[in-house]
């Protein structure tokens, strides 16, 4: 057989896969195996003469007499692998090798070549080889490795595991099995142990290089600790919201900045595995938001006070600093800003009464939904309708919850101050009931996200109804706050004022016509039965009517803005 081209023999692999489920106690174990074997191919004849301008086979078994000439001769092994895995919730191994199939030559046959390389070849009965320029003869490696790692402990905020790897590599010689003549002025050996006998032709130019290889074996064990990252979202949420209520605008800035670059550059899986942390990303993070923050801060005291204008304000700032894409980060800020003009609406029509509980609830429902999905879209352009129908729901609740906690906002108001003004200590209600609402509003925030953790919730769904009840929070529920302070310092004014003159009738009606009051202000902010949202209106025309009635000075909208003046007593009530 002869060929001015070359001959190529790769031999066949054959793949077989299986998978099976094992029942377990707490779930299924899924075991997976996977493996290819290599079979080569067989090339006998009684004499054969074999002239290639290249030769290359893989596994190949060559037997007979004759001759093999070739300029180039290469003779590698096949490669048999093996792959198998087991999975459960607690454990995790997998383990790989992979092993040489050897070829062979046989019998009485003489192999002459410019250049040679055999690998792993097991060589029989009387072969010979002559390499005009090179011959090598090579060992094939011999892998295995395994992965483990198991569960150590487990819960809502963490996952603590051991890992233990091991790697080993040998290597297979060439094999000699009686005689192998060789003639060549430059051979290069490579094995592991002693090198095969060979008989070698003598020559006046001949040089000879050996690489002994030495196997080896690594092994490693380690502990991780890994936070899961809807636990890293609670984290967020709270130092996000609590930094604005427990410390002045600068001061919460550098806060949440640092809580959020620690938090997103491993500092928790640092701290737990006694790690050193990053300390530079940290920086670089932080310098970033503070850099957002702080020119944010200084433009709000120059431009103007305008949602427009704060869409385009903070679009700039986030192109600049974290180099955003123009087009979504004004899409993003300018959705941001037209939720929080919305929600403000909402809450306004429901104060006014040109709206229902339930109209009122719904509207803010459906204002977290669509901000939600668009913020999808702008985002990622797929829309995850459960996740945005859970922001609506985590809206309403934490809108609610929030206003329950205004039933007793009374015992958190200032006393009023002797020598003080009436108007200043009506400011300091207000601003006291505020501070109060801002510490409400962390506070639902936090629990709203710490509840969706604990229900099995992932970060984006905690991010998606944080952003959403934030935003019902900040522009409907404070919004109410200082009608309902209002009522309450009023309503303590002119029960003081009548217990002082003697009228402790009029005075105990002054407590039922202020509970009254506070409890409409209540209902009309999101609290109360629908019975009484549907007389809201004739509710408190009934109060004002009754005001009337307990003093000869009419009561308007402005009265808290005026200093007190005591009314004279009122005898024979």
């Given at each position: 057989m002869s060929s001015e081209l070359g001959f190529i023999d790769l031999g066949l692999s054959t793949q077989i896969q299986e998978r099976l489920v094992k029942p377990g106690k707490k779930s299924d174990e899924v075991y997976c195996g996977a493996s290819s074997?290599?079979?080569?191919?067989?090339?006998?004849?009684?004499?054969?003469?074999?002239?290639?301008?290249?030769?290359?086979?893989?596994?190949?078994?060559i037997?007979?007499?004759?001759?093999?000439?070739?300029?180039?001769?290469?003779?590698?092994?096949?490669?048999?692998?093996?792959?198998?895995?087991?999975?459960?919730?607690?454990?995790?191994?997998?383990?790989?090798?992979?092993?040489?199939?050897?070829?062979?030559?046989?019998?009485?046959?003489?192999?002459?070549m410019g250049q040679g390389s055999f690998q792993a070849t097991e060589f029989r009965s009387g072969v010979s080889l002559r390499a005009a320029e090179k011959l090598q003869l090579l060992a094939a490696p011999v892998q295995d490795?395994?992965?483990?790692?198991?569960?150590?402990?487990?819960?809502?905020?963490?996952?603590?595991?051991?890992?233990?790897?091991?790697?080993?590599?040998?290597?297979?010689?060439?094999?000699?099995?009686?005689?192998?003549?060789?003639?060549?002025?430059?051979?290069?050996?490579?094995?592991?142990?002693?090198?095969?006998?060979?008989?070698?032709?003598?020559?006046?130019?001949?040089?000879?290089?050996?690489?002994?290889?030495?196997?080896?074996?690594?092994?490693?064990?380690?502990?991780?600790?890994?936070?899961?990252?809807?636990?890293?979202?609670?984290?967020?949420?709270?130092?996000?919201?609590?930094?604005?209520?427990?410390?002045?605008?600068?001061v919460g800035s550098v806060i949440a900045a640092s809580g959020h670059a620690f938090i997103q550059n491993s500092g928790l899986e640092c701290l737990a595995d006694h790690r050193h942390i990053q300390f530079k990303a940290m920086l670089k993070d932080v310098g970033k938001s503070l850099a957002v923050s702080g020119a944010g801060l200084a433009l709000g005291q120059v431009l103007p006070d305008h949602r427009a204008i704060h869409a385009v304000k903070n679009t700039a700032l986030n192109c600049a600093v974290y180099q955003?894409?123009?087009?979504k980060a004004l899409a993003g800020q300018g959705l941001v800003q037209v939720s929080g003009f919305l929600a403000g609406q909402i809450g306004l029509e429901?104060?006014?009464?040109?709206?229902?509980?339930?109209?009122?609830?719904?509207?803010?429902?459906?204002?977290?939904?669509?901000?939600?999905?668009?913020?999808q879209a702008i985002n990622s352009g797929h829309l995850d309708w459960s996740k945005a129908?859970?922001?609506?729901?985590?809206?309403?609740?934490?809108?609610?919850?929030?206003?329950?906690?205004?039933?007793?906002?009374?015992?958190?108001?200032?006393?009023?101050?002797?020598?003080?003004?009436?108007?200043?200590?009506?400011?300091?209600?207000q601003e006291a009931g505020l501070e109060l609402g801002r510490r409400t509003q962390a506070c639902i925030r936090v629990l709203t996200a710490t509840?969706?953790?604990?229900?099995?919730k992932d970060s984006g769904d905690i991010t998606a109804c944080d952003t959403a009840s934030a935003n019902a929070l900040e522009h409907n529920f404070l919004a109410s706050i200082p009608a309902i302070v209002l009522d309450v310092v009023q309503g303590a004014k002119d029960i003081k004022e009548n217990l002082e003159a003697g009228n402790y009738w009029t005075a105990g009606g002054h407590a039922a016509l202020t509970a009254g009051s506070v409890a409409?202000?209540?209902?009309?902010?999101?609290?109360?039965?629908?019975?009484?949202?549907?007389?809201?209106?004739?509710?408190?025309?009934?109060?004002?009517?009754?005001?009337?009635?307990?003093?000869?000075?009419?009561?308007?909208?402005?009265?808290?803005?005026?200093?007190?003046?005591?009314?004279?007593?009122?005898?024979?009530c």
């Open positions: 074997i290599f079979h080569g191919s067989n090339i006998r004849a009684g004499h054969m003469d074999i002239r290639a301008q290249s030769f290359a086979s893989q596994g190949c078994h037997e007979g007499s004759g001759s093999i000439t070739a300029r180039a001769l290469q003779h590698r092994p096949g490669v048999n692998t093996f792959l198998e895995s087991s999975t459960s919730p607690y454990l995790q191994e997998t383990r790989q090798s992979s092993a040489p199939v050897p070829g062979s030559l046989c019998g009485d046959l003489k192999v002459n490795s395994y992965h483990k790692t198991q569960v150590l402990k487990k819960n809502i905020a963490r996952v603590k595991t051991q890992s233990l790897a091991g790697q080993g590599l040998s290597y297979r010689n060439c094999g000699v099995h009686g005689v192998l003549r060789v003639d060549t002025p430059l051979l290069e050996m490579s094995a592991q142990g002693a090198p095969p006998a060979l008989e070698i032709a003598p020559r006046e130019s001949f040089c000879q290089v050996l690489q002994v290889l030495e196997p080896c074996t690594q092994e490693e064990k380690y502990i991780s600790t890994q936070f899961k990252p809807a636990f890293k979202a609670v984290l967020g949420v709270g130092i996000t919201a609590l930094s604005a209520v427990l410390a002045p605008p600068l955003a894409d123009p087009l429901y104060q006014s009464k040109e709206i229902n509980f339930l109209e009122h609830k719904l509207l803010h429902g459906a204002l977290s939904l669509a901000s939600t999905l668009s913020l129908f859970l922001a609506a729901g985590a809206t309403m609740a934490a809108e609610s919850g929030a206003e329950l906690v205004m039933e007793n906002v009374k015992q958190f108001l200032p006393k009023q101050l002797p020598q003080e003004p009436w108007s200043d200590y009506v400011a300091r209600c509840g969706l953790c604990l229900a099995g409409l202000d209540l209902a009309s902010s999101g609290l109360g039965t629908q019975g009484l949202k549907a007389g809201a209106r004739a509710a408190k025309a009934g109060v004002r009517l009754a005001k009337k009635a307990f003093s000869k000075e009419q009561k308007g909208p402005n009265t808290l803005m005026k200093t007190g003046v005591k009314r004279a007593a009122k005898k024979g």
